[in-house]
């Protein structure tokens, strides 16, 4: 989950610093198939960052963990074991919420699909000027592929010939592929404002790209501005999503922008490496010699540091957690004294999945090492005696129950070890378990 949020952290990190790039460098650049190249490499972003080297990733040692509490489990006096019930964190909601709208959002991008295909099956289909077309008065003339919707009923006649060529250009152009992309692109990064920004701008751009591509064959601009008019007259309004994108459509014709050189477009490389360069800064800086090879850092920091969180957590069995619970749950046994004697409570265990993937419980020097604070290997709280809630029960009670989660955790199975930059790691876990008597 911790990966998940790293992923989308990094990248909208990225987004806003391209978005700034492409505000400076493309916004008011009229060469509109260079704006279409920079924006496409945006949108697939989302798509290549899990394939981008280490260099340019953020390091997960550098986030903030969201949990790296295990769920515990339960031992009662009658010494059966239970799971403990599976606890609902922040992390948890946020990646609940997240994942409803992204579900949302792919539902709805397929429902418009099958949408389209539906008017495809029940559209008139007629051909003019050697081009097939699909008349369908239900809808504006648009395009999607191979197919162009436009009802000639419906159109002026001496608007026509500029709608149907503003859509053949979209559709010899492909231009359907760019709208897919965006609309997976902004499901993905839904909760930032900056993709929704990018969206427009590449819905926007493929209306400009479309409308220079018309001129160019000497269609006369003031009649072609008055059959984008004429296309939604009627129709357009305050709330029509139509309205504002004629008008930006009608000034882009109107605006004295120069021809951008093609030069720009090797500013991707750099303006990618920067954006991914400052997503990577983290709060902690460190020193290294300059002779010293990104691999050689990576390789000392895996070799003295305890991770929480690293890019492959360690498993256990096959699973991140789950079996291990199961394993603790069958193996904790409630110390008979401390049972006779009515000690119940909770302990919290911090333990490391070492680089060999054995298990060991780390004592109070190595703890206040890694964490900077004083505490001890193992966490004693909320103890109390069946006969007074009040009292505190003797330390060797609570000794007892340390003593025995102890033997449990560190005789586990050998994991699998954690990995960060293809390096195994330690990684610190914090386990609770609870003795309980009914």
């Known amino acids: 989950m911790n990966n998940i949020f790293a992923y989308l952290l990094e990248l909208n990190i990225a987004l806003l610093v391209l978005f700034v790039a492409y505000k400076i460098f493309f916004e008011r650049d009229k060469n509109f198939i260079i704006r279409r190249i920079y924006l496409l490499g945006v949108i697939i972003l989302p798509f290549i960052l899990p394939l981008l080297p280490d260099a340019l990733r953020m390091p997960l040692s550098g986030i903030s963990p969201v949990s790296i509490d295990l769920e515990g489990v339960t031992i ?21 919420l997240y994942s409803l709208i992204l579900a949302f959002g792919l539902i709805k991008l397929l429902i418009q699909l099958v949408n389209i295909m539906r008017a495809v099956h029940v559209s008139e289909r007629i051909e003019i000027r050697g081009i097939s077309l699909l008349s369908n008065q239900s809808l504006h003339a648009s395009s999607f592929f191979n197919y162009i919707f436009i009802d000639p009923h419906s159109v002026k006649e001496d608007s026509f010939d500029h709608i149907l060529e503003h859509e053949n ?102 303006i990618v490496f920067i954006a991914f360069f400052i997503a990577s800064c983290t709060e902690k800086e460190a020193s290294v010699e300059a002779i010293e090879t990104t691999e050689e850092v990576a390789k000392k ?4 540091q305890v991770f929480y969180v690293v890019e492959e957590m360690p498993t256990f069995q096959g699973e991140e957690a789950h079996e291990f619970r199961m394993y603790i749950a069958k193996n904790l046994k409630y ?4 049972k006779e004697n009515g000690v119940t409570g909770k302990i919290f265990i911090k333990f490391i999945v070492t680089k060999d993937g054995t298990v060991k419980v780390p004592d109070q020097e190595t703890l206040s090492k890694i964490e900077g604070k004083e505490m001890d290997e193992v966490v004693v709280v909320t103890y109390r005696t069946l006969e007074n809630e009040d009292a505190t029960p003797d330390e060797k009670y609570i000794d007892l129950l340390r003593e025995e989660v102890i033997r449990v955790v560190t005789s586990s199975p050998a ?17 609770p378990v609870s003795f309980a008597l009914q």
């Open 76 to 96: 009662f006096g009658s010494g059966v074991a239970q799971e403990a019930t599976q606890s609902i964190t922040m992390g948890n909601i946020i990646l609940a």
């Open 169 to 270: 250009i979209h559709r010899r152009e492909w231009h359907s592929i760019d709208r897919i992309l965006v609309e997976l692109f902004v499901m993905i990064n839904w909760f930032n404002p900056v993709a929704w920004l990018f969206r427009k701008s590449v819905i926007e751009n493929l209306e400009y790209l479309a409308d220079s591509a018309v001129l160019q064959k000497g269609t006369d601009p003031m009649k072609y501005q008055l059959s984008i008019l004429n296309q939604y007259i009627g129709s357009a309004s305050i709330s029509n999503q139509f309205s504002s994108q004629i008008k930006n459509r009608i000034i882009m014709l109107n605006k004295n922008y120069k021809l951008g050189s093609k030069w720009k477009l090797f500013l991707f490389i750099p």
């Open 335 to 338: 110390p008979e004294e401390a």
């Open 415 to 431: 994991w699998e070890p954690g990995k960060q930059r293809g390096q195994a790691v330690e990684v610190m876990y914090t386990f």
């Open 301 to 304: 920091a895996a070799e003295s």
